[in-house]
């Protein structure tokens, strides 16, 4: 099993399990994230969702190259481009706040994953940033779409894409990305970021989230994600990326 799920004094968490491919996205993974969902979605008895990965090295590393590097055409990846970025709209949508805990490196689609909640509580140690420009591809999940969204500062939110690099915890605050940051041990970090919002009913935070999920419908944001989906597939069969993908895997497996 290559995830956990645990639902626990109101509180469900998916942790992705992984930690010899750095919690990178595969089938089984996408599966489990799929079962997730379904499990919570319409369960009124859970105050909190969290999504976050074994071990403190990373959170998620994106998508597995090693799996999907055999896409070769546009029509191949937009499948898996497509799934990934309905999963990340029903994350953003989910009648209770999401909270992306990130023990370690959260990179491209790991990113997108972690923007796609409402709430980033991030390891004083971690590190994020959206890489996939490094691949000469954009982020394919919905993840800028999401961006944009939360983040609001068209220059910010630009700066941010288009660098392509990985900021540390402290630069992640300063940008507005992270929500909050804590030091040590990953459980006292969350329950210290949860100890004042648990006392308040839950019916006060799903009331709250509504006022999001109806922003989101009034702009049409899951059809906007998919487009960026389908933007990232036209790239993902450009030669550029094909041979920066090769090069990606040449050196990983050195």
């Given amino acids: 099993m290559v995830y956990k799920i645990e639902i ?5 968490i998916f942790t992705i399990d992984r930690p010899e491919m750095r919690n990178a996205i595969n089938n089984e993974v996408m599966e489990g994230l799929e079962s997730f969902l379904d499990q919570i979605e ?3 008895e859970v105050a909190f969702a969290v999504i976050t990965g074994t071990g403190n090295k990373a959170f998620c590393s994106g998508g597995d190259l090693s799996e999907f590097h055999s896409f070769m055409t546009a029509q191949e990846a937009l499948p898996m481009l497509s799934r990934m970025t309905g999963l990340l709209y029903r994350i953003a949508t ?21 923007t796609a909640c ?3 509580v991030v390891s004083s140690t971690a590190r994020a940033g959206f890489i996939q420009g490094t691949l000469n591809i954009t982020s394919g999940w919905g993840g800028s779409t999401l961006l944009l969204e939360k983040m609001g500062r068209q220059d910010v939110f630009m700066r941010f894409l ?6 540390n915890a402290q630069e992640l605050e300063l940008i507005g990305w992270a929500t909050h940051i804590y030091e040590g041990d990953i459980q006292d970090g969350l329950q210290h970021f949860l100890a004042d919002m648990k006392h308040i009913h839950p019916s006060v935070h799903r009331a709250y989230k509504k006022v999001a999920i109806r922003s989101y419908e009034i702009t049409d944001l899951k059809s ?7 933007q990232c597939a036209i790239l993902w069969e450009s030669e550029a990326h094909h041979q920066a993908v090769a090069s990606f895997l040449s050196k990983k497996n050195r």
């Fill in 42 to 44: 319409h369960d009124k």
């Fill in 162 to 167: 288009s660098e392509a690099k990985i900021y």
């Fill in 118 to 120: 409402d709430y980033r």
């Fill in 8 to 12: 626990k004094h109101q509180i469900a």
């Fill in 224 to 230: 906007r994600m998919m487009e960026e989906a389908e």
């Fill in 94 to 114: 989910l009648p209770m706040p999401v909270i992306a805990l990130l023990n370690g490196t959260a990179v491209g689609g790991g990113c997108e994953i972690a």
